[in-house]
T-cell receptor, first 114, second 119 residues
Framework: AQSVSQHNHHVILSEAASLELGCNYSYGGTVNLFWYVQYPGQHLQLLLKYFSGDPLVKGIKGFEAEFIKSKFSFNLRKPSVQWSDTAEYFCAVAGYSSASKIIFGSGTRLSIRP | NAGVMQNPRHLVRRRGQEARLRCSPVKGHSHVYWYRQLPEEGLKFMVYLQKENIIDESGMPKERFSAEFPKEGPSILRIQQVVRGDSAAYFC?????????????????FGQGTRLTVV
């Protein structure tokens, strides 16, 4: 079955701390991987995406993610978080086929203490 | 991604009424997704549509829910005879026509969502 698991439901960090949010997926075949962010009261925005090539992907606002195919993982990282990073983060996976839907994980709520 | 327009932003319906949620995709996008978001449950896939065609409706409840994306006009998610459990935020996303440019074709752009409250 196709699925995405985000193991951390709520993460609380202090400003300047390092961040790593876990994401594992189950999907047969070649995949596209995404991280989306939802700031309070706003719509989802794309942070970064992986389609092929370098497994270390850099996104906006200093975020990066590493695709580890052998572990079916696509963890999100940021070396030093800011209060403005407070948001909900969603990992997602889609296949290459035009019939492939995008499947989202349950999300991780990130709270940053100023 | 501000190009995906959903309306209304907030919708209140009494039990038994019908709810119609509209989604206008980014200009030129031919694919639309509908997701439901409940607190602590993330985004649940409902349906994936291409103009005049349902590609995948595996996430749609078997009864009361339907979706369409006509050749002209917005995509509509219709919920008949709403119940309290239908209260949620419903998000629409759109993506371009699938082609050879995989790097951009699959990316979905989201609307602001419609928050449905059933009283």
């Amino acid at each position: 079955a196709q699925s995405v698991s985000q193991h951390n439901h709520h993460v609380i960090l202090s400003e300047a701390a390092s961040l790593e949010l876990g994401c594992n997926y189950s999907y047969g075949g070649t995949v596209n991987l995404f991280w989306y962010v939802q700031y309070p009261g706003q719509h989802l925005q794309l942070l970064l995406k992986y389609f092929s090539g370098d497994p270390l992907v850099k996104g906006i606002k200093g975020f990066e993610a590493e695709f580890i195919k052998s572990k079916f993982s696509f963890n999100l990282r940021k070396p030093s978080v800011q209060w403005s990073d407070t948001a909900e983060y969603f990992c997602a996976v889609a296949g290459y086929s035009s019939a492939s839907k995008i499947i989202f994980g349950s999300g991780t709520r990130l709270s940053i203490r100023p | 991604n501000a190009g995906v327009m959903q309306n209304p932003r907030h919708l209140v319906r009494r039990r038994g009424q019908e709810a119609r949620l509209r989604c206008s995709p980014v200009k030129g996008h031919s694919h639309v997704y509908w997701y439901r978001q409940l607190p602590e449950e993330g985004l649940k896939f409902m349906v994936y549509l291409q103009k005049e065609n349902i590609i995948d409706e595996s996430g749609m409840p078997k009864e009361r829910f339907s979706a369409e994306f006509p050749k002209e006009g917005p995509s509509i998610l219709r919920i008949q005879q709403v119940v309290r459990g239908d209260s949620a935020a419903y998000f629409c996303a759109s993506s371009p026509p699938r082609g050879t440019r995989v790097e951009t074709d699959t990316e979905a752009f989201f609307g602001q969502g419609t928050r449905l409250t059933v009283v």
